[in-house]
């Protein structure tokens, strides 16, 4: 079992920053682990992912070019870097974490999911 734990998240004036983290309490091997939010009323949407072995990352293109994704040396930590925030990505930021071969952008397909970080992005 894995157990995944955000924070970082905040309130921000557009065009600012926040550096989002994504701690795992469990050695358990991660193949690839991604970044989703979900406004209100809306489904969940992928943002991000980075395969553990090897670091390559993935985005959408929303977010290209604004947000990274990266890991610690030790694999037990995800990050997002978040710049020129716009209130468009006002969202609940959730952290997910798969053990197989997938590293899409599907939330279900996630083998585990943290309770999430509120970014609210004000104008």
């Known amino acids: 079992q894995v157990r995944l734990v955000e924070s970082g998240g905040g309130s921000v004036q557009a065009g600012g920053s926040l550096r989002l983290s994504c701690v795992a309490s469990?050695?358990?091997?991660?193949?690839?682990m991604g970044w989703f939010r979900q406004a209100p009323g809306k489904e969940h949407e992928w943002v991000a992912s980075i395969f553990t072995i090897g670091g390559s990352t993935t985005y959408a293109d929303s977010v290209k070019g604004r947000f990274t994704i990266s890991q610690d040396t030790a694999k037990t930590a995800v990050y997002l870097q978040m710049n020129n925030l716009k209130p468009q990505d006002t969202a609940m930021y959730y952290c997910?974490?798969?053990?197989?071969?997938?590293?899409?952008?599907?939330?279900?397909?996630?083998?585990?999911r943290g309770q999430g970080t509120q970014v609210t992005v004000s104008s």
């Open positions: 469990s050695d358990t091997h991660r193949s690839c």
């Open positions: 997910a974490a798969a053990t197989g071969l997938y590293c899409g952008a599907t939330y279900s397909a996630y083998n585990y």
